[in-house]
């Protein structure tokens, strides 16, 4: 048999069928284009790790901002349009812990990011990513004081990682990626740090900051 289709009802009590396309606005399709390019962003960091072909390297660094690219336009089209929903804000967060948490590090464990500390240190920085986002979700009917923009941010946005995928495009830039990353490498107990990887620290600790106010533009 068939499987049905989800329904819910509208706020008069008649039932409403749901489409995924249909509940979608102009807005969420430059979202996903955001999502896309942090996809696009890890497949090009896993294929330089195989290659070294710097060519993957570059898409995958260019691509961090388009993704931002899309991230801002998302926001200026559902306000102009006044197309504000859950399943927009829902798929903002998801399509930025994608191209903003995932996606940088994966390309800083591409250019030579990959001691015992510093795979702790990227997986710390993703989880305060999803962790601040998540904290977004929750809270931002209440930091809005009931309008459609949220007046500030708690903590950092995450698409400020753009600014580290920016550094790493430096080191290749000059030379500097795998064992010639700079800062080199320290071994403590037993792990290696890169200590290059402690900027991944600090953003993901100012993402969950409860103290950074951030006026939003």
């Known amino acids: 048999m068939p499987t049905p289709t989800p329904t ?24 996903l284009g955001n999502a896309a390019c942090g996809v696009a962003a890890v497949f090009c960091a896993m294929v330089f790790m195989g290659t070294e072909e710097m060519d993957y390297f570059w898409i995958a660094a260019v691509l961090a901002p388009v993704a931002f690219t899309f991230d801002v ?7 102009a349009r006044q197309e504000h929903s859950i399943l927009g804000r ?19 464990f591409a250019s030579g990011l990959r001691g015992g500390w510093d795979w702790a240190i990227l997986i710390y920085f993703v989880c305060c990513g999803v962790s601040r986002l998540a904290r977004f979700n929750v809270t931002a009917e209440t930091l809005s004081a009931g309008g459609a923009k949220v007046k500030y941010f708690e903590g950092t946005p995450i698409p400020t990682s753009v600014v580290l995928v920016a550094v790493l495009a430096v080191c290749a830039w000059i030379g500097r990626l795998g064992d010639d990353i ?36």
Do not use: N, Q, Y
Request: hydrophobic letters at 45%.
């Open 8 to 31: 819910t009802t509208t706020p008069t009590g008649k039932p409403r069928h749901f489409s995924m396309i249909r509940d979608f606005h102009v807005a969420d399709f430059f979202t």
């Open 182 to 217: 700079p800062g080199g490498a320290w071994e403590i107990g037993g792990a290696v740090l890169h200590p290059l990887t402690l900027l991944f620290f600090a953003s993901g600790s100012m993402m969950i900051s409860k103290t950074l106010r951030i006026p939003k533009p």
């Open 73 to 79: 336009l998302d926001g200026k089209i559902a306000r």
């Open 90 to 108: 829902e798929l903002d967060s998801l399509a930025d812990v994608i191209s903003f948490g995932v996606a940088p590090a994966a390309l800083a």
